[in-house]
């Protein structure tokens, strides 16, 4: 499939248009960016790594029942979507206290959760993507009440299967965020990508963080957790 017409740059990723209006390329580049974009870098492999785990994860999720964008990978940093028109949410589902929900609650991170929480952030750069709750994104017409009782079910399988996919490779699945989309048939489909740099990954005897928290917070090594997540989640 032909690249055309660049639709998109953003901070991780291009998105191109197709000869055919219902599918898109996305590139997925080494360009790295944290809070809010005030932090920036590249982290050398990690379009090809980011590209090769949602590639894995996305066949596997639709097998069990979570219906999304991906139709195939074309290169080591390109695969073919179903262009979607993305739900304005950041989908985020935790299992342990990590992160912002962490500091926002003075709780220490690394505290297992009784039970999973999912928060909505609005997805806004400018806003720095603030936390809404399902009511705001009801009123203000971003989704549906259908939508958005499919996606918090959704993100709640999501977090079966990857939970249970990232445990027999000894890695825990601390956060993650999801975004979801409605195709051209109006089906909502999850859509953008899982990976080192949308989830937090503990490696499970160690506590090492495989993720891009290691960018975040200058903990050093970050090609080689990119590297070793990707080698986990190949075998
Ligand atoms: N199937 C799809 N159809 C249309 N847009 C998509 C699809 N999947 C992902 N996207 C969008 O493509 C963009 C991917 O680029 P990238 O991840 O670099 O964005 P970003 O810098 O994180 O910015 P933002 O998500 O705030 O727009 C995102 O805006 C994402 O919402
Ligand atoms: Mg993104």
């Known amino acids: 499939m032909e690249k055309r017409a660049l639709r ?26 944290a809070f809010n974009a005030q932090k920036r870098g590249t982290i050398a492999g990690k379009g090809a790594v980011n590209n090769a785990v949602t590639s894995r994860l996305y066949p596997l999720l639709a097998e069990q029942g979570v219906p999304n964008h991906f139709v195939r990978q074309l290169s080591e940093r390109e695969q073919l979507v179903q262009a979607v028109n993305i739900v304005p949410l950041e989908v985020v589902v935790r299992n342990v206290a990590a992160g912002s929900f962490a500091k926002r609650l003075g709780i220490e991170e690394g505290q297992l959760l009784s039970r999973p929480i999912t928060e909505l952030y609005y997805k806004s750069d ?33 977090n079966q299967v990857l939970q249970a996919f990232f445990a027999t490779r000894r890695v825990q699945l601390v ?24 989830c937090r990954f503990w490696d499970m005897d160690s506590g090492e963080r495989l993720d891009k928290d290691r960018f975040r917070r ?17 075998s």
């Open 8 to 33: 998109y740059e953003g901070k991780a990723k291009k998105v191109y248009e197709t000869a055919d209006p219902n599918l898109l390329v996305v590139e997925y580049k080494d360009d790295a960016t």
């Open 126 to 158: 400018a806003l720095g993507d603030p936390l809404v709750n399902a009511d705001t994104a009801l009123s203000l017409g971003w989704a549906s009440e259908a939508e958005i009782a499919e996606i918090l079910r959704l993100a709640q399988r999501v």
């Open 175 to 198: 956060d993650f965020k999801l975004e979801f989309g409605v195709n051209a048939r109006e089906q909502l489909l999850l859509a953008d990508e899982i990976s080192p740099d949308t």
């Open 218 to 234: 200058d903990l050093g090594q970050v090609e080689e957790a990119y590297q070793e997540m990707l080698q986990r989640v190949l």
